[in-house]
């Protein structure tokens, strides 16, 4: 891999992100229909993180191209590897990370956690991977880790129909069809402290992320983490806390970025 634990302070999105956004979201939302409810929810400044479910390679880009502040995003090490964006998707803001774990993905959270001392907003697919069938799965811990080490909101994304435009595997989207993304309302960190072992809130917190975007997206949910067997659990409508908190160059072708993304 090309990149190191090193590439923090500096890592992240920037002007090129909001480039691409000032242009690309204009051609978006003429080739689709993208339905996005909760913005207000997002803060105007500050560090937050974003936790969408994950069924397109669409569904970075199109949270990316909706949301007014730039979002660094995790993207999989595997990118790294490829000319086609090496270069081009961290310059927008990717953060690479090795899903073998350990020490490399490791890396990957010391970046983000530079991004969010910045101020800035942070995205991860708790999930880890595109889920192949539709379902949701099993959140891991890492997002809840941040949150809780920097005090800042997790804020769950629900996204429906990215995968029927450009469903995983397919080398480039649909042009027509439509989906929606919603962001849910914030889940704060101080409401899991104190709550026992530190890795016992980790999961409290997430998994509340995850019957959070469960209510969003109306998806089957699967406690086992993607690529594990388990039976479904069946899809009810979750709210796990009663507490409602509601927060007042050249650009490259969006079809291009779509394409490599399969």
Known sequence: MTYSAGMTSGAGAGAWQRRVRKVGRPVATRLWTIDVRGLERVPIDGPAILCPNHISFLDSAFLMLMVRRNISFVGKAEYMDSWKTKYLFPALGMIPIDRSGG?????ALDTAEAVLRRGELFGIFPEGTRSRDGRLYKGRTGAARLAMKLDCPILPVGVVGTD??????AKAPKLSGQCSITIGRPIRPERYR???????????MIDEVMYEIRELTGQDYTNVYAGERAETEPTVAARVASVTDVLP?????MRELAAVGH
Do not use: L, N, V
């Open 103 to 107: 020490d490399k993905s490791t890396a």
């Open 164 to 169: 029927a435009i450009q469903p995983p595997g």
């Open 194 to 204: 104190g709550r026992g072992a530190e890795h016992i809130a980790w999961r409290s």
């Open 249 to 253: 160059t050249t650009m490259p072708d």
